[in-house]
């Protein structure tokens, strides 16, 4: 791992740039893309400075490690994830190796795909509203955190600006039809629950978690990302309780600080302290150690 952010691949690859996200930067190859996945770190809708090192090689490493593992349950779009075979793409490949990944072009269907194994974030505040999930009835009485009898799939629209739109499942099967709406209804309740299985044995809880699947000559592909902390809500067993805020294994110390700062929310933010990115930076190292014991 290393001490250096990594802010852009600019400079370092011979290739159109065809889009530019918050943290991923996405190069054309002609029949397959480019995937770079940067140390740049969002919350609230905005990039914040500094960088967080190492983490785009967590999320990058994480997710190829998640698709090896799934690949026979759910075909992905990875095609591989080595530096050193670009050739002349990459002009300084020991700069983004572990940072890359070369994948299939896909059709993105424009919908997130959420599961909930437990009460929470989001899914806690619409059950406190309405005893209701994206308009699946829960049972009453449930308490913040509590584990679900069965995991939930709550769907989202996809907005490339602004934030994804909670939706009940029929309106993504009118959306999307109604075949293919089961079908990744089905793949993805599959998918969490062989993450949820996986991380109980490595000590931690896969509280809810979000996949994106696209269409490759009509077959289904899971692309983007896979059990990340990015993607995932993940609380090491040792913290969990009822009714209370469990501190996620994520960017929290960023979200910790920012709550408690006088930032608006409708401004730049402030730079982060060093002590904020250095305790994001070793989460991040920490889940990856953990879920993959290296």
């Known amino acids: ?70 690949e026979s349950i759910q075909p992905n779009h990875v095609v591989h994830t080595d530096a050193s075979r670009l050739g002349g793409v ?30 929470t974030g989001g899914g806690w505040r619409q059950y406190r509203a309405a005893g209701e999930v994206n308009g699946i009835k829960l049972p009453e009485g449930l308490r913040k955190n509590a584990k679900l009898e069965q995991p939930v799939f709550t769907p989202a629209g996809k907005n490339d600006v602004g934030h994804d739109e909670d939706i009940p499942f029929g309106e993504m099967a009118r959306r999307i039809g109604k075949e293919l709406a089961e079908s990744l209804r089905d793949r993805s309740l599959r998918l969490y629950e ?32 896979l059990f990340t902390p990015d993607s995932s809500r993940f609380w090491a067993q040792e913290k ?42 070793e989460r991040y190292r920490d889940i990856f150690r953990r879920l993959t014991q290296s």
């Open 240 to 281: 969990y309780a009822l009714d209370i805020e469990i501190d996620s294994m994520d960017k929290e110390p960023v979200r910790t600080y920012l709550a408690r700062s006088d930032w608006d929310k409708n401004s730049p933010p402030p730079p982060l302290p060093d002590e904020v990115v250095k305790a994001t930076s």
């Open 90 to 119: 990459i002009r300084d490949p020991d700069k983004l190796q572990g940072r890359i990944m070369v994948a299939r072009k896909a059709q993105r269907i424009d919908i997130e795909c959420v599961v909930r194994g437990y009460i």
């Open 194 to 225: 062989f993450g949820r299985d996986y991380c109980a044995k490595h000590g931690i809880i896969l509280a809810d978690c979000k996949f994106e699947f696209g269409l490759i000559d009509g077959q289904v592909v899971l692309i983007d990302e």
């Open 1 to 70: 791992m290393s001490t250096e952010a990594l802010t852009t691949a600019a400079g370092l690859v011979n290739a159109p740039l065809i889009h530019k996200g918050k943290v991923r930067e996405l190069y054309d190859l002609g029949e397959h893309l480019l995937i770079v996945v940067t140390d740049r770190i969002s919350a609230f809708d905005y990039v914040l400075e500094p960088a967080v090192p190492d983490k785009g090689r967590v999320l990058n490493e994480l997710s190829a490690h998640w698709f090896r593992l799934t």
